[in-house]
DNA sequence: AATTATTATGATATTGATTTCATATCGTGA
DNA sequence: TCACGATATGAAATCAATATCATAATAATT
């Protein structure tokens, strides 16, 4: 059933209807013959022809590198949030990390599919920045930082920095590092840069047999630290890129018998769920996903109303979480 | 730019355009002056107008009580992967588990919106069960069954059966139990059905000041572990309906130094990511969440094909994890 | 060679809504 | 009483695409 179908069987004209759905001038007993006529038949507009004549699709595109993540999932909750109350759905896109579909979903999303985009990208290329340049709608970042689009972030330079030196502070001088992908710029670089800073800030040295890259995930953490510890090197502390990663990495320890924190001390970032109940409660950072969706989802609202072209990078702080795999005392 | 502006700029019809993005009869050199104006112009056609004429979204409603939740990301992304091979894109909606948002949601996939639905729901009213009868689209329901519907569930009773039988195999006396809400057919009613089929089988009784009702968190199931054991009650093996309550329950035993397994045997149910990383290591049931959504996927794809009026319940298995959160021998 | 199939074409109707426009009615202040 | 703004109305234009249709040009089959 259409609008004109609709209307003849309301007994109403279609441009009452259309008004009724719209908050146009309506005559009280019109509305009345269409809330009846509603009723009786279930008729529903479609979304696709309004979306035509109106140029308002009501969704907002957002693309993830993967759904089964816990940071991930927390921003998108914050996303949902803000958007639900103001009427907006979401289509998500699951890259799952493939490069290719994330260039296809920004396509895909040229195609008046969306009002706007959030994005939580990891790596950005060339590609990435030219089809970026050629979207018609409002873009906001998650996540990471680039220039001429409004960005939230977390700072994670200083993240890895505290957690890092809160180690080195109780002794440690042999400091070991399991990062992620350098060319993800925030969990992988930036952490690491955090981590670097601290190490040197104690007169130490970053060398580079204490430095392992894991894939986001325990197993991957596991078989890292075991790369670390199973040769004759002895780091006395270890800062894990992500709480995944240090949840496998302590596995390892402990099927190995090296006590934490008596022989080293671990430190993770995240402040996953699952931290306090590990054999060893994990100390942590604490980054604001879910504000960050949040937050992000805030912007693009208003980007998308003022359509102003001033850009704006939202940098979110940290809190560190002392658990009992850096208590010790020197 | 529209399709018409974009064939005059490229020097063809309106129809020939139409027909290179919908695989018709189209010669050789009109492909090619397409693909140099495409270039040119970077038009891209509009979805909306797409839908409106042909009917079809190529968009699939996915409605979730949550997103931060690890069985139901994975589910989510069996989904993503079958529908994003088939060129859908994901509508989601997370009702965050309040009544209302998951009735509205079907409303609005009513309009239009949506090729097809994939259902996460917890409970069942007469008003889904209404809504869902107006449905224009398919439906397929993950996780619950009802009937009239496809659905892909899992042996829920049958998991709970089993691990429960598993700790009183061991010798286990007084058997207690921290469940979910039983209005969620699946994880509550179903698990509780299956923990007390177990106990009457091994000719011991269910006593209800040994069991208890949690909400999905690992705080939840710590309180109610609280509450459990600080009574004089002395249970020697808990079935929790979920692992994310069981990590939380045995968070309060170790605090209160009551032995797992020695003093009580744990069992739980998902097999979560940490629960090989728990301070004891988790003992569970693997649930198939991702085969869950694929299986669910791919019984929506069939539907929209055939449209066809037979439904059918595919009820996947499970399988026990033993870990030595039950190591205990007799 | 005649007859079908297949390929190819572009004008026009159609989809289901909103927007515009010309016009009518009503209450209120000058 | 007149003028003006606010309210109200429905026909028709518009949005950006696809579907239909009538028809032409090849290719394949008898």
Redesign the interface.
Known sequence: MNISEFAKEAGVSVSAVSRYFNNGYLAEDKKEKIEAALKRT?Y??????R??RSKV?K?IGVILP?????SI??V??GI??VL?EEGF??????T?NDYN?EISSL??F????VDGVILLASVFTDLHRSLLA?MRVSVVIIGQQLKGYNCVCHNDEGAAYSMTKLMLNKGAKQPAFIGANPDDKAAGLDRRLGFERAVKEAGLTVDPKYCEIAKFS?SSGYEKARRLFSNRLKPDCLFCATD?IA??A??YLRENNIRVPDDVMVGGVGDS??D?????PLSTVHLHYKTAGIEGAKMLLSEMKDGSEVHRILQLEYEIIERESTDKHC
Chains 1, 2 share one sequence.
């Open positions: 279930g529903m507009p479609s979304y696709s022809a979306a035509v699709t969704l993967k759904l089964s993540s816990e999932s927390r998108t909750e949902s949030e639900g759905e979401l289509l998500l896109v699951n799952a579909r396509e895909l040229r195609q008046n599919r050629k325990m995944n949840a496998g302590m596995q769920r699952f306090k109940v590990l054999y060893v």
